[in-house]
Every structure is written in C-alpha cells, then in structure tokens.
C-alpha cells in the first residue's frame, strides 16, 4: 500500500512574496509516480497554469483564496475544481475560539474555519485541508472536533492535518472526524522515543486491519 497523493507547500512562499519554486515543481513531477500537489504563495490564473505545466495535478491555496475569493471562483472554471485545493490554517484564540489565519500563521482573518470553507465550496473549489497550526508536529494527535465541524458543514471532501502521531489517530480523523483522508509528515519521518529520522509507512495489512468494518 502507498500514498495516494503527496503534497509539498512552501509555508514561507506567501510571506516572502514569491511563490513556489517551478524547478522544484519540475524536479517532482520527474521523479514521482504518483499525483503530487503543491502550494505557496499562488495567487493568479498564469501560476497555476505554469504549476500544471510542470508537473502538479493539483495546488493549494490558502492566503488568497481569503484575500480574493472571486480567484477560486476564476481558478476552478479555468481548470475545473478537482484541481483546486484549499488550505485552512486554524489556531485557537482566548477560551479556544477557533479561528483562520493566513500568512503562514500570522494574520487573523477574521473568518471562523467553518465560515472560510463555506465559501469556498461555494466557489468551487474541490477540496479542503484542515490544518491545526497547534497540533502541528506534536504527534498527539489531529483536532478531531475541528475536523468534524468542518466535515459537516461541507460536501467536498475534507483532509485533516496536524497532529498525527501513530495509526490510530489517522482512524479517529476518520471515523470520528468524518475526514475523507488525512495527511501526515511527522509521523512518517520520526520514529521510536528520541524522534530518529526513518521514512516508514503502514503496511497493506496494517492499513486493512485498521480500517475493517
């Protein structure tokens, strides 16, 4: 059993006011055998085309698609909403108010997740990353409460990240939080009790045990 898809985003990308680099895009799609999409800092039709070009099935978008709606909208008629993948950073406020942030986690926006991925179902886009900027690389597991809230406020599909520590988190995304599929890193490179560095991934058999009905 393998990944159904990877995914690369250039956190600092939007911050720096650039945005992902192509040579990596390129370099990518020339060594993976599997659907990859990428994100960073895209915020016009031509990057994505060009992102398309060189190799993505999808990208990601977070900080513009706040900032400018209208752009998903534009972004999934141009090349259809499977292409088009939205990322929702979340932090909690004072007495854990959820909110949205963009910037790489630096600006509020105002919005509550659930409010952001309304929307952008509603202009099209194909899909949503739920990403807990708390949770993330603790390995204690993913905010099953936030993804749920997500999951059922939408009809696209939803992925969770942030947070996966072990196997049964990624069951409890969902079976608790009613995800579509969930993403990881940390939990696929650190291993054992001082976080050594080892890429490992669950087996067919392991995967088929998890999730039997």
Same mark, same amino acid.
């Given at each position: 059993m393998k990944a159904d898809e990877l995914v690369f985003m250039d956190i600092l990308a939007t911050k720096e006011k650039r945005t992902i680099s192509l040579e990596f895009v390129k370099n990518i799609g020339e060594e993976a055998n599997m659907p990859f999409a990428v994100g960073g800092g895209i915020s016009s039709i031509s990057q994505i085309r060009d992102i398309l070009h060189a190799g993505a099935e999808k990208v990601v978008i977070n900080s513009s698609?706040?900032?400018?709606?209208?752009?998903?909208?534009?972004a999934s008629e141009t090349f259809g909403s499977s292409t088009?993948?939205?990322?929702?950073?979340?932090?909690?406020?004072?007495f854990g108010t959820e909110q949205s942030w963009i910037i790489a986690g630096s600006k509020l926006t105002g919005k509550t997740p659930v409010e952001i991925a309304m929307e952008m179902e509603k202009q099209g886009a194909g899909e949503i990353i739920i990403q807990s900027i708390e949770n993330d690389g603790m390995m204690q597991g993913y905010d099953i409460q936030l993804?749920?809230?997500?999951?059922?406020?939408?009809?696209?599909?939803?992925?969770?990240? %942030? %947070?996966a520590g072990n196997l049964m988190d990624v069951k409890k995304a969902v079976d608790e %939080?009613?995800?579509?599929?969930?993403?990881?890193?940390?939990?696929?490179?650190?291993? %054992?009790?001082?976080?050594?560095v080892l890429v490992?991934?669950?087996?067919?058999?392991?995967?088929?045990e998890?999730?039997?009905?």
């Open positions: 698609a706040v900032q400018n709606p209208d752009f998903i909208r534009q088009i993948t939205i990322c929702i950073d979340v932090k909690k406020k004072l993804i749920r809230k997500i999951s059922e406020a939408v009809t696209i599909p939803v992925v969770a990240l %942030g %947070g %939080g009613f995800a579509s599929a969930v993403a990881a890193g940390s939990m696929f490179v650190y291993h %054992g009790p001082r976080n050594a490992n991934y669950p087996t067919q058999e392991q995967l088929s998890l999730f039997k009905n």
